[in-house]
């Protein structure tokens, strides 16, 4: 039989820890160690997380950089998959960091370059579709040139 | 790059199971009380406040003195999805072992829950753990990806803190860059989408579940983890038998980049009609699907089939509950390409709960054999699976001429798909629960 006043000092116990644990100023401070942990070393000798960083912090002009991202029309999770591999590699800085050979690890260097391959070749898709399209519309102009210059000829 | 040594989730239970036990043993000294406050001060000199927190919570329940406090979190309960399904049907589970709270950041209303999944959740609380992180940047989705370095603050460590109040934490939101606190606690992987960065802490869970071998396969790749469980999500589509028609179904969400891939099966609907006219003759093809916002997917798919008026499909977007219900009663097959021509293993379908409905209807499912479909379906016993487009029409063929081999599949389908039952899930998940829990002393009720 549990004595009513333990049970209650328990209850008194549990806020005054609760508390204590709610003003802890970090995680690790409440866990009673430290928490995190570097799983994905190689990412971070070679630098990964300061590319990423820079990555995170130029975003805006990454997406704004690509106008044709803008435009719309595209066929669908395009953009998104275009969107997702700029942020991940936005190539000059993909290019600044394949260049660190002597600590690059391979694996991430190799899945990065073909990342890169890859977002090569997306930007070339665009680029053509962006002809396309600019054909399309110099035609479309042409077309309603035309049309124009016929509905004068029929009020003249 | 080594760092100081952490303990392990078996280790720091073992820690706290012993300071419990020790705890509960002075229930009925006389001088309990201030021995129990000089032991809970050196627990938490050694191991940290939320230890402290920790055994006297965990020695509440051994002496029976209140129930257990269960968290169920998930950062999109605002949103229907199969994941959602999956944690509401779980915390509807968890209501007979104790106290269950709906954990959430954004605001969101459990009738809401109940009135989507069919599900009593009336005695669930509700928590909102706000992050400031996202209110401040508007954003519209609470994306886990903006989460790329230790330079960066952890926006989700405020849900780390909130899983300290509760006895079992349950984190269904496959967001494993929430620390649990809780002296147990659960990780559900519906897929293991990122690889271990910073602020990786799904190896701290008490334990890891899976929902389909596909995904288990992903986590042993990706993390490096072996789950602990392995839990099928929750179907309960059973309908009463009825006269089937010609019907092909298809009941997947019009995702936005086309994942589900609608328009795939549209044109395989087109091949089949023009290479088998005969076979095809009044057959239709059903797609039916959740949509929000303005869907440029949605929209590819409409206009294909402004383009091609003659062709008999009917499109059911946002269908309610029973709509949906009937159209699995009535179809006499079911379609399901989502992973077709896919070489990301996260758009590859995880599990593929409306497969499993459509097969507790008696629908013959034809689906991609890849993902975790090949869990559900038995290759030429329950349905068929297809590698090809090629394949599945030559599959799809062979069953519209042949009603004897339809009815032979149907019955498999739908005996077949009863492992998949809600009762079934809550029985496992209670299970699993069940050891994570101390057992209920006398004085402890735990049912309701």
């Known amino acids: 039989m549990t004595d009513p006043r333990f049970a209650a000092a328990l209850e008194e116990l549990r806020r005054e820890y609760g508390r204590q644990a709610a003003a802890q100023p970090d995680i690790d401070a409440i866990a009673g160690e430290k928490v995190d942990r570097d799983l994905a070393p190689d990412y971070w000798t070679y630098d990964g997380a300061d590319l990423e960083n820079e990555m995170w912090s130029r975003m805006p002009e990454l997406e704004s950089g690509l106008d044709i991202l803008s435009l719309g029309g595209w066929p669908g999770g395009l953009r998104a998959k275009l969107r997702h591999l700029l942020l991940r590699l936005a190539g000059p800085l993909v290019r600044a960091a394949l260049a660190r050979q002597d600590t690059c690890n391979r694996r991430v260097q190799r899945q990065l370059f073909l990342d890169f391959l890859a977002y090569k070749r997306m930007r070339q898709r665009l680029q053509l579709l962006e002809a396309d399209r600019r054909e399309l519309l110099a035609r479309l102009d042409i077309v309603e040139a035309l049309l124009a210059a016929r509905e004068e000829d029929r009020h003249e | 790059m080594s760092e100081a040594p952490t303990l392990g989730a078996t280790d720091r239970e073992a820690l706290l199971e012993a300071g419990a036990a020790e705890l509960a043993s002075l229930r009925a000294e006389p001088d309990g009380a201030s021995r129990a406050g000089r032991l809970v001060a050196g627990l938490a000199a050694h191991a940290g406040s939320g230890a402290a927190c920790n055994a006297i919570d965990r020695c509440q329940l051994l002496l029976g003195l209140r129930r257990p406090r269960i968290a169920v979190y998930d950062h999109t309960w605002h949103f229907i999805g199969g994941a959602q399904k999956y944690g509401a049907t779980l915390a509807e589970a968890l209501l007979r072992l104790g106290d269950v ?66 006895d079992l934490f349950v984190n269904n939101s496959m967001l494993e860059m929430v620390c649990p606190l809780a002296s147990r606690s659960l990780f559900i992987t519906h897929f293991p989408e990122r690889r271990p960065r910073s602020y990786f802490y799904a190896d701290r869970y008490s334990r890891v579940v899976c929902n389909s071998r596909y995904t288990r396969d992903w986590i042993v790749k990706r993390w490096g983890l072996e789950p602990h469980a392995h839990v099928y999500p929750p179907v309960d589509m059973s309908g009463e038998p009825a006269e089937k028609e010609p019907l092909i179904l298809s009941v997947a969400r019009f995702d936005p980049g086309g994942n589900k891939q609608q328009l795939d099966m549209l044109r395989a609907f087109l091949l089949l009609r023009r290479s088998r006219p005969e076979a095809c003759r009044g057959w239709k093809l059903a797609l039916a699907g959740g949509s929000h916002g303005d869907n440029p997917y949605l929209l590819q798919v409409q206009d294909f089939l402004r383009g091609h008026p003659a062709l008999p499909v009917e499109l059911h977007v946002n269908a309610p509950h029973d709509e949906v219900a009937g159209l699995y009663r009535r179809a006499a097959l079911f379609w399901h390409l989502c992973g077709l021509g896919q070489d990301d293993p996260a758009r590859v379908e995880h599990f593929g709960m409306t497969v499993a409905e459509a097969m507790q209807n008696g629908c013959v499912p034809l689906v991609f054999a890849g993902g975790g479909m090949p869990e559900i379906v038995a290759d030429g016993r329950s349905g068929f699976l297809f590698a090809s487009v090629s394949s599945l029409l030559e599959q799809t063929a062979r069953l519209l001429r042949d009603p004897g ?44």
Not at chain 2, 105 to 118: C, E, G, V
């Open chain 2, 101 to 166: 709270t709906l954990v959430g950041n954004r605001p969101f209303a459990a009738a809401d829950l109940q009135s989507w999944y069919r599900l009593d959740l009336g005695a669930c609380a509700t928590r909102v753990v706000p992050l400031p992180y996202y209110e401040e940047r508007g954003d519209d989705y609470i994306d886990p990806a903006r989460i790329v370095s230790r330079a960066m603050e952890n926006p989700f460590h405020a849900v780390s803190r909130a899983s300290l109040d509760y």
């Open chain 2, 405 to 448: 081999l339809r009815a032979s599949l149907a019955g498999a389908a739908r005996r077949e798909s009863r492992r998949f039952g809600k009762e079934a899930f809550a029985e496992r998940v209670r299970a699993l629960v069940t050891e994570l829990l101390p057992p209920p002393s006398a004085g402890h009720a735990p049912g309701r």
